[in-house]
């Protein structure tokens, strides 16, 4: 009898939970299928021996799948024929103990299949139409990669090798840096195997939202996860905010606390090297700058939870009366979209914008994204505005003992003279759309007020 292994992750994730003896789940870098390009020949059992050795001798292999009826049922390799009578038939010499293998299948948990039932080679299917065939020793340079054992993601030096190959072929990067906010809190409140599952769950979180065609997902290292990906800048702050939200959907049965990430992005801009710098160079470059804006946005976070209501407030800020008034706002719903309306007011001027989105995406990021284009019409000369974080928080009252819900903004100004990266934060008093745009403008007015006042001056004269 012939062996038919087909192995797919839900397949395995089953197995595992049923108590059987498979290896541990895998989430790899590369399936089989990325790496079978050219379909094997194959013999008819009833061929004879004469025709398999023109073929391997023809196409420059040792094995060949045998199949009747559109079904693998063995193979036959070159050493069975060496003594064989060239009139003998392939059923009489073929080994019918063949591993198929699905193309879904990681490399690493391919090859310890492999070893586990002594094969050096496996064909590989789809849907059970073979697709290609492997040999242990075409795996050896992805299983040799090292892996980290807990969420069994490669290690930072996979993560550079894509990159790497990519910026020489010509293609741009971007990179996401990802940090697990106060993931000490978990070891600290609770244990360290929870921790451990939330680093494990926020592995799964970010691998299920990459297309494995375009990206690269690493353990960088500790809390922290790196994504290399083919996308433009835009594109790639998008998915950041969006894994930052499928992140923020965890739900462990033995943790109350929000799991939540701090994320920087950055790259998706060279369109070609320059000859005087390494690939690796540019690559070390884009991870710290992506590193670097992930640290600003976690201390952003962190400075915000450790403020008190009071601190919320204008009066206690002791800033100048708000430059840019929101006018009005509108948030509506049909079916699987939504349109966010935002009106600002700068002395006599007022600008409206619209903005309309996915219905299940959280509101009050379709609502900051209306205010950005509104603020950017209103104030189209004082540079650009780049959101890169949206969530609502929860913040203590330490003088009432009691939390509240608040809309926090990070949001990149960019200028000509550089770049900031700033945070606003507002309380949910009336309703969530407000306090989104107030949070981004919380964020703006008193760095924007700086620029404006001279224009101000100059009118009063």
Not at 271 to 292: G, M, N, P, W
Not at 363 to 384: D, H, I, K, S, Y
Request: one cysteine or more; proline letters at 4%.
């Amino acid at each position: 009898m012939y062996q038919h292994t087909r192995l797919v992750a839900k397949e395995k994730e089953q197995a595992l939970e049923s108590g059987g003896g498979l290896p541990e789940r895998v989430i790899s870098v590369k399936r089989l299928g990325d790496m079978v390009a050219v379909k094997p020949r194959w013999v008819h059992s009833k061929q004879t021996v004469d025709v398999a050795v023109a073929l391997m001798e023809k196409f420059d292999v040792d094995v060949l799948p045998v199949i009747d009826d559109d079904t693998i049922v063995g193979a036959i390799e070159a050493r069975h024929l060496l003594t064989a009578a060239s009139t003998s038939q392939v059923t009489e010499l073929m080994r019918k103990d063949v591993l198929l293998l699905d193309t879904e299948t990681p490399v690493r948990t391919a090859a310890m299949i492999m070893a586990q039932n002594g094969q050096d080679t496996a064909f590989v299917v789809r849907d059970d139409e073979l697709v290609g065939m492997v040999r242990v020793l075409e795996l050896i340079p992805e299983i040799s990669r090292s892996y980290d054992p807990l969420t069994q993601l490669p290690w930072q030096d996979a993560l550079r090798e894509w990159s790497i190959e990519k910026l020489r072929n010509g293609h741009e990067i971007s990179i996401i840096f990802f940090d697990i906010d106060q993931f000490g809190q978990f070891n600290k409140n609770y244990d360290h195997v929870t921790g451990d599952r939330v680093l494990d769950q926020v592995a799964r979180t970010i691998e299920r939202e990459l297309d494995p065609d375009l990206a690269v997902l690493c353990r960088y290292g500790g809390d922290e996860f790196a994504v290399a990906t083919l996308y433009m800048l835009d594109e790639a702050r998008q998915l950041a905010a969006r894994i930052a939200r499928r992140v923020e959907e965890i739900q462990l049965p033995t943790v109350r606390e929000t799991i939540t990430v701090s994320y920087g992005v950055f790259g998706g801009r060279r369109t070609r090297e320059r000859e005087d710098v390494h690939y690796a160079a540019t690559v070390d470059d884009l991870i710290t700058r992506a590193s670097r804006l992930c640290l600003q946005m976690k201390q952003r976070k962190g400075a915000l939870g450790m403020l008190q209501l009071p601190l919320f407030t204008a009066e206690a800020e002791e800033r100048p009366e708000p430059r840019i008034q929101v006018a009005g706002i509108s948030y509506v719903a049909q079916g699987k979209e939504a349109e966010a309306s935002v009106e600002l007011a700068l002395g006599n001027n007022r600008v409206s914008r619209q903005v309309r989105g996915d219905a299940k995406q959280p509101p009050e990021a379709l609502m900051v994204q209306a205010a950005r284009e509104a603020l950017t019409a209103l104030l189209p000369n004082v540079g650009a505005f780049q959101i890169q974080h949206v969530s609502k928080v929860s913040v203590d009252i330490q003088e009432r003992d009691e939390r509240t819900e608040g809309v926090m903004a990070v949001v990149e100004w960019q200028t000509t003279t550089g770049s900031q990266l700033l945070s606003g934060f507002a309380l949910v008093r009336d309703n969530v759309y407000r306090a989104a745009v107030n949070a981004l403008l919380h964020a703006l007015n008193r760095p924007l007020a700086k620029q404006l006042a001279p224009t101000e001056t100059k009118t009063a004269r």
